[in-house]
Nanobody, 121 residues
Framework: QVQLVESGGGLVQPGGSLRLSCAAS????????MGWYRQAPGKQRELVAR???????NYADSVNGRFTISRDNAKNTVHLLMNSLKPEDTAVYYC???????????????WGQGTQVTVSS
């Protein structure tokens, strides 16, 4: 079993910054990609940013240039630095990881419990 625990959400004013962190633990042999998704009320969950174990990144157009994803492979952690936050960034943010729990096993998809980010004055 694999657990993903997020931290760092909260309330911030427009134009402010927040840093989200996610730590993976449990039965982990290898983590492929890690990422952040978000879901606003009444909307579908969407990809925010993703990073491979080699460091390649991709971002949603709406956050490109404002958000930066990074990871520490030795610690099985992924971070999301969010700058110039806008009210439309308000959502529950979920950490995601593609994990192989053992050698030769397939990759399984795991999710964190979510952390609320609210951008409001």
């Amino acid at each position: 079993q694999v657990q993903l625990v997020e931290s760092g959400g909260g309330l911030v004013q427009p134009g402010g910054s927040l840093r989200l962190s996610c730590a993976a633990s449990g039965s982990i042999f290898r983590i492929n990609a890690m990422g952040w998704y978000r879901q606003a009320p009444g909307k579908q969950r969407e990809l925010v940013a993703r990073i491979t174990n080699g460091g390649s990144t991709n971002y949603a157009d709406s956050v490109n240039g404002r958000f930066t994803i990074s990871r520490d492979n030795a610690k099985n952690t992924v971070h999301l630095l969010m700058n110039s936050l806008k009210p439309e960034d308000t959502a529950v943010y979920y950490c995601n990881a593609e994990v192989a729990p053992a050698p030769l096993s397939i990759l399984n998809n795991y999710w964190g419990q979510g952390t609320q980010v609210t951008v409001s004055s």
